[in-house]
């Protein structure tokens, strides 16, 4: 029975692991007050190296609909403006020698629409991911019958262990997809 227990907590893990992927893509969703998590992917060629844009310079927020990155060494100004106009991010930097200004403006109505079903996507795959993460438990645990000679009850209440964490976790993505989905349409 700690065969079982041992795949349930893994499986478990694994299922949390996927909700907390899904925050911090949510996070990158932009919504219409200006992040430092929008910027957390884009790196900068600093010296030949690509390094992400948040381990040479502090992002500060000073408005709702304003970024303000200033680099640490202000001879990486150049690169990193070069890499924000090069971005997917559709925002023009303004340099004005010591620090980068990237204002955001609220997105229109049908943007927001097409963020919110961006977040969708993002969801859906999340719930499929722990659909995939049960179908492995499962899966093992019947493998696991098959070898160790477990009951069909004990079987059962294994299945219905991981299917009450699979509900759990699709519930809590429904969640984050409710409250994302209200921040980016809020105006």
């Known amino acids: 029975m700690a065969a079982v227990e041992d795949i349930i907590n893994q499986h478990a893990e694994q299922m949390d692991k ?9 996070s990158a969703v ?18 030949g190296t690509p390094t992400p844009i948040t ?3 502090g992002i500060k927020s000073p408005e ?8 640490w060494d202000k001879s990486a100004l150049r690169d990193i403006e070069r890499a924000l106009q090069g971005s997917d991010l559709g925002i023009t930097p303004s340099n004005d020698g010591s620090v980068i200004r990237l204002p955001f403006p609220p997105p229109t ?3 927001r629409r097409e963020l919110v079903k961006q977040c969708r996507h993002l969801a859906e795959e999340a719930k499929v ?5 049960r179908r492995d438990a499962n899966s093992r645990l019947e493998r696991l019958i098959k070898d160790e000679d477990l009951s069909k009850d004990d079987e059962h209440r294994a299945e219905e262990r991981i299917q009450k964490l699979t509900d759990k976790h699709t519930t809590a993505i429904d969640e984050a997809l409710k ?6 349409m809020e105006v």
Do not use: C, W
């Open 64 to 71: 709702a609909h304003m970024l303000v990155v200033e680099p």
């Open 129 to 133: 991911a722990v659909r995939n993460i």
């Open 55 to 57: 381990q040479l310079a």
């Open 30 to 47: 932009r919504t219409g007050r200006a992040s430092a998590a929008l910027l957390e992917r884009i790196t900068v060629d600093y010296y």
């Open 109 to 111: 109505e049908e943007r």
């Open 18 to 26: 996927t909700v907390t992927n899904l925050a911090h893509e949510f």
């Open 179 to 184: 409250h994302k989905e209200a921040e980016v």
